[in-house]
């Protein structure tokens, strides 16, 4: 059933007039006419009775006028709604990120959004790098922050944008016996115990550092950046940090950057899934990115 037919039939119950109907639809009569004979013949029964003065609706055509509302109605909603996400005055927004993008980048980047565009619901999932991309290549997130070591990853499905070069630095705890440096070297930390997210270097940020060939040994796996500062704290290792998380580090640890001709950068890129283009939604937020 043609739901144009449906339209024109509400408009001529609401009038009691093919005439009527026809002048506010921008039809002729005969037009309106031939569309409710097919309406009728759709349906196997007469909507309307025609009268020397006018139409009125027949049980059948009660019958169906809730119904045909309803149709019309949820397709006017349909359509409002998808303008709606156009324009930005509607729909959602599925955001992943990395942790560490999460203490300061993310925060301020969804607060300008939603500043700019307060209709917009935006949700936000934490994880992994490898979690996230899987995430965005199976269409379950719209953009997901993430970093790896390598400058020029490549991802099947997904597409990236550069963000930004990500620093790496060391957290001590205060009185450690390098606390007082402004720079380190590999060397200087080849002895000391390792908090990390992951048992192997190679999963973790310290794959950057000196092209992976330092090995060091990791004591402690804690996946949440707080518990990191944490076990760091309590005088149990040492650990990198990014620059992305320079802000929030706790008081009672120092922070000293490594030399960086022997820890290349943390890459941060904004991944999006990959020959899918980007919603207005997407490209609005990669602006936030941009200038928070």
């Known amino acids: ?113 939603r500043r700019a565009h307060p209709a917009v619901a935006v949700t936000l999932a934490e994880g992994l790098t490898k979690d996230l991309v899987a995430a965005v290549r199976a269409g379950d997130l719209d953009l997901a922050v993430i970093g790896t070591a390598r400058a020029e990853p490549v991802f099947d499905g997904v597409r990236l944008r550069r963000l930004m070069a990500d620093p790496l630095a060391v957290a001590l705890p205060r009185g450690h016996r390098l606390a007082d440096r402004e720079v380190l070297r590999l060397a200087d930390l080849e002895d000391e115990n390792w908090i990390a997210g992951q048992p192997r270097p190679e999963d973790t940020l310290i794959a950057g550092v000196r092209g992976g060939e330092f090995r060091p040994r990791i004591d402690y796996v804690v996946l949440e950046w707080a518990a990191k500062q944490s076990f760091v704290a309590a005088g149990l290792g040492i650990t990198l940090i990014p620059s992305l998380a320079a802000a929030s580090v706790r008081p009672d640890l120092v922070v000293v950057a490594l030399d960086p001709a022997e820890a290349a950068p943390r890459s941060v890129f904004a991944a999006t899934p990959e020959g899918v283009a980007d919603s207005t939604a997407v490209a609005a937020f990669l602006e936030s990115l941009g200038s928070r």
């Open 1 to 113: 059933m043609d739901t144009a037919l449906l339209e024109v039939f509400l408009e001529v119950a609401r009038r009691e007039s093919f005439t009527a109907a026809a002048g506010a639809l921008g039809y002729t009569q005969s037009a309106i006419s031939r569309q409710i004979a097919t309406l009728e013949s759709a349906v196997g029964a007469p909507l309307f009775d025609r009268l020397p003065r006018g139409v009125r609706l027949t049980a059948e055509g009660r019958a169906l006028r809730p119904h045909a509302t309803a149709v019309v109605g949820r397709l006017r909603a349909a359509v409002a709604d998808i303008r709606a996400v156009g324009t930005l005055g509607g729909g959602r927004l599925r955001l992943g990120a990395i942790p560490t993008a999460d203490t300061a980048l993310m925060p301020e980047a969804i607060a300008a959004f």
